[in-house]
Every structure is written in C-alpha cells, then in structure tokens.
C-alpha cells in the first residue's frame, strides 16, 4: 500500500527544520512496511491525483507573502479536502494562512483560505520558547517562535491547551486549532519528531480514509522520542 | 580626564575577578558601558588606522584571528577582542585592560569579532573604518527571529561604515548590500566549479534560485583539496597549505585577505600567503588535542551551515569515534529545530561508533535514528561520554567531538583535567 504525502511550499515555508515533520512521516511509514511517495508542491506546481496527507511549515514574512497568491488559487480544492477528511498539519506560518487572514505589522492583510476559524495579527513580542500542550492524543512538546497572535472564532475547536507557554496568543491557554482532520500549530522541534503519538495518529487517520477502515498501526521502538520530550520539558522556556 | 577614572576602575575590578578566579571580561565592560557610553568611541578614536568590524553568521572567531595576525606581519599594532568577549561590553573590557593608565591606546588599529545583533550596536558608540559582512545563514533564529531580520541588522552596520566594506559575493544576502557613498565595497568569493561545495542559504533551501551577478572579486578561492588552497588574486593564482582544516576555512582566509589587500593594495601578496600558512586555528574550530595519546579534533558547530561545513572534515580524518555534543543554552541557541536542517549522510556510511552527548543528547539521537544512524551511546554526561569515547580508541587514532558552544567549553573544562589544553 502506497501512501501520498504532499510538502506544500517545501522552499518558500521552511525556516525553522519543519521539513523534519516530512521525515519523520516517511520513515515511520517505512519502518511498518509501508510504500511512501512524497510530492514536494511548490507555487504553480500541481497537486498529485492521490493525497493523503498535505504538510506545511513556517516561513519568513517575506515567504508568506510569495505564496498567499497561489495559496488562494487553491482554496477551494483544499477546503473540499479538508471536508473530505484529508490528513493536514500545518505549522506557524502555513497554519496562519489556513485562518481567514493574518495582520502583518505594516497594516497588510494576508488573505488566508479560512479551512480554520481564526484570525492573526502581528504583535510587538515574539512569543518564544519550549512549549507543551495537552491534546486529544496526550501531551506534545515543542519550540514556539512567531510574532502573530492568533484568535479562534467561537466555535473553533483548539488543538490543545498550553502548560508552561505562550501558544496561540498567550492570553487565552489555547494552542493551534483542529478541523476534522486538519491539524494546526505553532510547534516547531519539529512538532512530531518528539510526538511519535500524533505523528501515528495522523498516519492512522490518512490510512483509515485511505482503506475505509480502522488501521492497528504495530508499535515502534519510541524510547530515544520519550526520552528527548521529557529533557526538553524540563528545560527553561 | 573621565577615560583614566573609568580605566583605573575597569583594571583594578578586572585584575579582583581574575584574582578570584572569575572571567574578567564582562562585568567591567557592562559598567563601564552604562555609566560612561562615550567611552568606547572616545578611546578608539585614538587608533590612527581605526576598527574593523567583522561580522556575519560563520566564521567570525576564526577570520578575525587571520586578519590580526595579518596586519601584525604588516608591523601594525593590532588590538583584538578574544573569544567570550564578543559582546559590545567586551570591547569596553578589552579597551580598558589594553589601555594605559594614562588612557592611551598603545595601538595602530583594532579588528572586532561581533555579532549580528551586537555589531549593530556597536556601529552606534562607533564608527567603524572598516566592515567584513562574512554571511548571512540560519542561525540562533529564537534571538533574530528571522534571517531577513539579521541581514537588515548587517546593514546597518554597513551603512555606518567609513572606508571600507568587505562582501562575501557568493552570499546572496551580504552581496546585495550596498556600501554608503562614502565608502568603496570590496568583494571575495569562489569560482563557479565549487558552487556545489558551499552552497548558500538561497541554495540550501530554494535549490534553484541563482545566485546574484558577481561582483568583480579582489580575492576568489578557486581550489580547494584538504587544507591545500588556491586563490586568484588579481590575475595571478597562488596556491598554500593551510593548517585549519576545511573548506570553510579556506574561505574565511579569503576573506581576511580581501580585508587586507582592500586596505593595502600594494601588500607583498605572496608574503600574505605566507604567513596565512602558518596561522593555527582558533579555539574549537578544528583544534587539536593530545588525549592519553589519542588525536582529538574539536569542532565547534552552531547552525546547520556550520554543522554541515564540519562534517566534510570527516572525510579529511577518517575519525575512529566521532561524537556530538548538543547543548540549548542562550549561547548555543535554545531551539534544537535546527538539527533537521541538516542531511547526517555523511555520517551513514561510517561503521565506527558515533556518541551523542550535552543536555540535548536525546535530542540528537533522535535526529540520527531518522537517517538510519544508531549512536552507540547516548549519555547527557560528558565525562561519561570522553569515557566511552577513549575506551573505543586506542594510542594515536583520531576522534572528533563536535560540539555547541556551551558544550565545547564543558568537553574543554572536562579534558583540562586529565590532559594538556591549551588556554583560551
């Protein structure tokens, strides 16, 4: 069984080692005896016929403005996937852009393609530093670096509540947002690099929609990925 | 009459830290800064031939050694912070310890190591006579936030320069930048056969995004095999073997020399090569040490492009064990994200054991075991990891510890205490 794994705007959203997300989705893919392909989508290139999963990272200000053009292009296509229960995690600056729009610091207004119910706007402080957050899947821990502050509309679920950290805006306790099977974030580490739990369970999600039923995935060997979180949870912010 | 009280206070404060056994470099130079800020440019305007600012992401510590121990062949007097004080305030330190109680600066000129952030600051308090913007690559991005953040900051630097700008022409960011009208820029680079060796941050990321226009080039490494380096410099190729180890070495020099032939176009060049021979590298940046009769390399690391540099020094040493040190303190950087930006393939191929090691050690691991890499040992503890590391070597094999910079000082403290090494 082949799974298709796309890594949107893998040049222009890749600041902080997100690509590390690619890896670690592949190879974990692999090491069950699973075929993966992985598609990196640029501005202008096409999506392939078969998605399964859909990755994107945080960038510079300057490379979400190169890419919000293309990314409008393809609102409606990735809206129906979201609807359909494609399996997409998008971090910082790609997950801004999956809201309804960010507020750059000089006044600009980047559309966003509104799979979430959010809203961003730039703020004075970056928000920076070791961060954990309780999910749906258990606990996940990472490094939070952005200047945006993201708001959730009313009825948008978050995708988990921050512990010790700053997470979505640093006032309300909330980090990142769900839709189905959309996951966002403000995680970098790279998020599932020390998260092996969610990285299963967007592979487990993406396979299930894949063969129309609940997959088992077979347990791996994750003591060096625990090991590594619980260092990190105990370093300073 | 105000210089001589605060050089009497920073000297006398100074020698009571080192008496006591702390660093002395920054606390004087934090005081000084805050009671007296016109300190610094006051002293400096003393230096007949001035300050040069070297900046960049890599290779600062390295290309000011060179650059100092150029212009010292060149019988110039040069004043240079060491390393540790690479912090506005430690130029105060600096200033003030090399200063004379009358306040004179027995010097011809000064060649500064700051970063980004700091050397922004600096061109504040000062003015500098002459800048070297080396490059501009991810790094320490939870101080800078962005790349474009830091490469603004540089050009600020630049903007206050007097005379002279030195470009990195290779580096996209650091050739865009433009010199004030005052001042003349000066170019260094690498002839277009070994792009695929030093790839650039555009390229790293944005794989086909060309390179800008060169500049014409006062100095271009064209070759480089081992430590054995040839430029062209004018129209004449000079070929010399270097004992810094590494491309990116060979590329610093370049670049200090495009300093000093952009200062003095009539220098001896081939006695500059000369000298350059000689030159040892700096502290943890491919030095070697005698341990119990094994031959240690330190490497310090500090982003993905200087880890990735580093690496290519396997090749050169065919180590026995080859370990990494990762720590996430202020200095070393806190985010560990960065060790995904680098491809450890150089590393797959190398049956001999591999430890990680430093507060991240996990971490590291971590990030190996997704190329297919196991570490033998994996121990926060770097005593327990130089262990490990002598029992799988025996007398006159190589290792190589790469490190972070935090964790370079711990390996060092560690090494002080069973072997010889050399004082920083």
Redo the contacts between chains.
């Keep these: 069984m082949k799974v298709h794994l796309v890594h949107l705007y893998p040049?222009?959203m890749?600041?902080?080692?997100?690509?590390?997300n690619r890896?670690?989705l592949e190879?974990r893919l692999r090491w069950r005896g699973y075929d993966v392909e992985t598609h990196l989508v640029r501005a202008g290139d096409k999506l392939p016929n078969q998605t399964d999963i859909i990755i994107g990272g945080g960038g510079?200000?300057?490379g979400q403005s190169l890419i919000v053009g293309d990314l409008a292009k393809r609102q409606a296509q990735l809206q129906a996937m979201a609807k359909d229960g494609v399996s997409m995690l998008m971090i910082c600056g790609m997950y801004q852009l999956f809201g309804h729009y960010f507020l750059t610091q000089d006044g600009a207004k980047l559309p966003g393609i509104g799979i979430f119910d959010l809203v961003t706007r730039a703020s004075n402080t970056?928000l920076?530093?070791?961060i954990t957050a309780t999910t749906d899947f258990g606990a996940i821990v990472g490094?939070e670096?952005h200047?945006g502050l993201t708001w959730l509309g009313p009825n948008q679920p978050a995708l988990g509540k921050t512990l010790r950290a700053q997470g979505n805006n640093g006032q309300d306790g909330t980090e990142g947002a769900r839709q189905i099977n959309v996951f966002g974030s403000y995680l970098?580490?790279?998020i599932l690099?020390?998260n092996p739990h969610f990285a299963d369970a967007i592979l487990g999600q993406a396979l299930a929609r894949q063969t129309g039923k609940t997959i088992e995935l077979e347990p791996l060997d994750d003591h060096?990925?625990k090991?590594?979180a619980i260092?990190?949870q105990k370093?300073?912010r | 009459m105000l210089n001589i009280v605060f050089i009497w206070f920073a000297k006398v404060l100074g020698w009571g830290l080192r008496a006591t056994g702390h660093h002395g470099a920054a606390l004087p130079g934090l005081i000084v800064e805050k009671l007296h800020p016109g300190f610094l440019d006051s002293m400096l305007h003393q230096l007949p031939e001035g300050v040069i600012v070297v900046s960049g992401t890599n290779g600062k510590t390295t290309t000011t050694k060179i650059i100092t121990q150029l212009l010292r062949s060149q019988n110039r007097r040069v004043l240079t912070n060491k390393t540790g004080g690479n912090f506005v305030r430690g130029i105060f330190s600096t200033v003030a310890q090399a200063a004379s109680l009358s306040a004179k600066l027995p010097y011809d000129m000064a060649v500064v190591e700051l970063d980004e952030a700091y050397a922004a600051r600096f061109v504040r308090l000062h003015r500098p006579r002459v800048s070297l913007v080396l490059n501009v690559t991810r790094d320490q991005l939870d101080r800078f936030g962005e790349i474009d953040t830091t490469a603004k900051l540089l050009q600020q630097v630049v903007n206050n320069t007097k005379e002279l700008i030195v470009l990195n022409d290779d580096d996209n960011r650091a050739a865009a930048m433009t010199p004030p009208a005052t001042a003349r820029a000066a170019y260094f680079g690498i002839s277009k056969n070994l792009t695929a060796q030093f790839p650039n941050d555009e390229q790293l990321y944005a794989q086909d995004k060309p390179r800008t226009l060169p500049h014409k080039r006062e100095v271009e490494l064209t070759k480089i095999v081992d430590s054995s380096a040839t430029y062209k410099i004018g129209d004449q190729l000079y070929s010399v073997n270097l004992k810094m180890d590494g491309q990116h070495n060979a590329l610093n020099a370049a670049a200090a020399l495009g300093v000093l032939l952009g200062l003095y176009p009539r220098a001896n060049t081939a006695n500059l090569l000369k000298i350059l021979s000689d030159i040892e590298p700096a502290f943890g940046r491919g030095e070697l040490i005698d341990y119990r009769g094994r031959k240690l390399i330190l490497q310090l690391i500090k982003n993905p492009a200087s880890f990735r540099q580093a690496l290519h020094v396997l090749d050169i040493h065919q180590p026995s064990v080859t370990a990494i040190v990762i720590n996430d303190d202020y200095a070393d950087g806190r985010d560990v994200s960065w060790l995904w930006d680098i491809d450890f393939e150089a590393l797959s191929g190398v049956p001999k054991p591999i430890l990680t090691s430093g507060v991240r050690a996990y971490d590291m691991a971590l990030r190996l075991k997704y190329d297919q890499i196991a570490p033998q040992k994996v121990t926060p503890d770097i005593k327990q990891m130089l262990d490990v590391l002598e029992a799988q070597t025996t007398e006159g094999q190589t290792a190589i510890i790469y490190a972070t910079y935090t964790a370079m000082l711990a390996v060092r403290r560690v090494l002080a205490k069973r072997t010889r090494v050399a004082r920083v």
Excluded at chain 1, 14 to 20: E, H, K, L, R
Aim: aromatic share 6%.
């Design positions: 040049v222009e890749n600041i902080y080692g997100d690509t590390g890896l670690v190879q510079q200000d300057s970056r920076i530093g070791n490094y670096n200047s970098h580490g790279p690099s020390k060096l990925e090991e590594a260092r990190a370093r300073p």
